[in-house]
């Protein structure tokens, strides 16, 4: 039975690379430092073990009683299960999770540099170069996720996080999903003019979704605005479902770039490069030719952007946790007994 008046949690172990756990650790080991960002029934804050200071991590915390559907659910579960099964530089570590009778909890690896849409938003478009270095670390997260048969299905510039180093690491699996036999999805999820014409119109769809929205972040981060957007969704949908074959690209695009956008943006699905042989056909294409991808595998590569990451006495901090948790309701009904 939960104590109304403490956090009572329960906690599934995952060790870390260098052996450590976290089975001795609930939330009142750790000092909240500020708030990362809000979710529809979430919210993200930087936290750090009050026994080190050094030792920081992004704390997601979802209140179950704004968890209503069962699709929702679903989501939530299947996030928690992909995230404890992957283990790569190029994707967001989940080091635990905790749960009790209010919310559930999510100890992940802390990305301090901030995220790609940010980065344009502030700078405009970036330079080759940069957006390579990007998109060789996105192209490594998604050579963990296919071959494992799991599918992304929310690839953007706000998915991808910057850590400490200016390292890019994927992150943002609530729509992620791994496959059945028939190597097929038919749920619409995603994020408006990312989603490839497949899922708009409700075909069904595999990996290759994750192929399209690469596609559409390559073209967001050379030329600094996405491909499709606008505020009526409809003529968003009608642009995309008409491809981008014919369309004129801005001159921040060279030529190889635009040919791989063009590649991995095909309305067939199956003409996608990277379809037939995984994404190691598109790491051989033009645009990557000379691209160091063993200094980028073994960390030695210079990131094009250093962040610039507050120490932790900027942060100032509060070893309470937000008074949404006391405020949220109780939920024993046990939909998150695998959670």
């Known amino acids: 039975m939960v104590n109304e008046g403490h956090f009572d949690l329960y906690i ?29 029934y979430s919210h993200t804050q930087l936290v750090h073990l009050k026994s ?3 030792c920081k ?33 190029f994707i967001v570590r989940l080091h635990c999770t905790y749960k009790d009778a209010r919310c559930l909890y999510m100890l992940m690896e802390a990305c301090e540099g901030g995220d790609l849409w940010s980065l344009v938003r502030e700078r405009g478009s970036l330079q080759d170069d940069a957006v390579r270095f990007y998109a060789a670390s996105v192209l490594e997260a998604l050579h963990v996720l296919h071959p494992k048969d799991i599918v992304h299905r929310d690839l953007k510039p706000e998915n991808v996080l910057l850590d400490q180093r200016g390292y890019a690491k994927l ?28 899922v708009i119109l409700h075909q069904g769809h595999g990996l290759s979704v994750d192929l399209w929205a690469l596609g559409m972040l390559l073209y967001e981060l050379l030329s600094g605005s996405p491909l499709f957007s606008g505020s009526e969704q409809l003529k968003v ?50 645009w990557f030719e000379g691209f160091d991808w063993e200094g980028l595998q073994k960390g030695t590569m210079t990131p094009p952007v ?26 024993n009904s046990g939909w998150d007994i695998d959670f």
């Open 12 to 40: 599934i172990n995952r060790a870390d690379e260098d052996g450590s756990a976290f089975g001795e650790t609930s939330l009142c080991s750790f000092q909240v430092l500020c708030n990362l960002g809000e979710g529809q």
């Open 171 to 198: 992150t943002g699996f609530g729509c992620a999903k791994k496959l059945g036999s028939l190597h097929r999805a038919w749920s619409f999820c995603g994020s408006v003019g990312y989603q490839p014409p497949e």
């Open 237 to 286: 949908y009608t642009a995309a479902l008409k491809g981008i074959d014919e369309l004129e690209f801005p001159k921040t695009i060279s030529r190889t770039a635009a040919h791989l956008i063009k590649s991995l943006c095909r309305l067939n699905p199956s003409e996608r490069l990277g379809q037939r042989n995984g994404v190691k056909d598109i790491c051989k294409h033009m």
């Open 306 to 331: 250093i962040p610039n990451v507050p120490c932790v006495s900027d942060h100032g901090g509060s070893s309470l946790l937000p008074e949404t948790h006391i405020e949220a309701a109780l939920d």
């Open 52 to 54: 080190d200071s050094s």
């Open 57 to 89: 991590f992004a704390l997601k915390t979802m209140r179950k009683q704004l968890i209503e559907s069962p699709g929702q659910r679903e989501r939530i579960l299947a996030e928690k299960h992909i995230l404890m099964d992957l283990q790569s530089p």
